[in-house]
């Protein structure tokens, strides 16, 4: 696959993963199996975005099972609009990164 057409994929990933909050994960679930699926074949920088991609799909959905656990304790409710900002702010980092052709950055923090 071109390097062209990668980085579409790319874009697009992020696409679902934003659309995502709106459906419930849906769409961020089959982002999350595009990133997976051409991580490998993908030239090295891009590679890099599907990284960022899927660590962001995994660590996110571990970030909500927490906070639905906590919202009996009502803190939950918190957490969720922070996970929802930290997803939509790690969204648009990589997105920004990848239309100025660099890497997202900080692939390996679970933060911002």
């Known amino acids: 696959m071109s390097n062209t057409s990668t980085a ?7 696409v679902l993963h934003l659309v995502g909050l709106i459906t419930g994960g849906l769409t961020a679930i089959v982002g999350v199996i595009i990133a997976h699926l051409h991580a490998g074949e993908a030239s090295p920088p891009l590679r890099e975005h599907f ?7 995994w660590i996110g959905l571990l970030y909500w099972f927490i906070a639905g656990i906590t919202t009996l304790a009502l803190i939950g409710w918190l957490l969720m609009v922070v996970i929802t900002i930290w997803w939509i702010v790690r969204c ?11 890497p997202p950055g900080k692939i390996d923090t679970w933060g911002f």
Do not use: D, E, I, K
């Not at 579409?8 to 992020?14: D, I, P, T």
């Not at 990284?51 to 799909?57: G, K």
């Not at 990164?97 to 660099?102: I, M, P, T, Y």
């Open 8 to 14: 579409s994929l790319a874009r697009v990933v992020y």
């Open 51 to 57: 990284r960022f991609q899927y660590r962001t799909f």
């Open 92 to 102: 648009a980092r990589g997105l920004s990164a990848l239309n100025r052709n660099q």
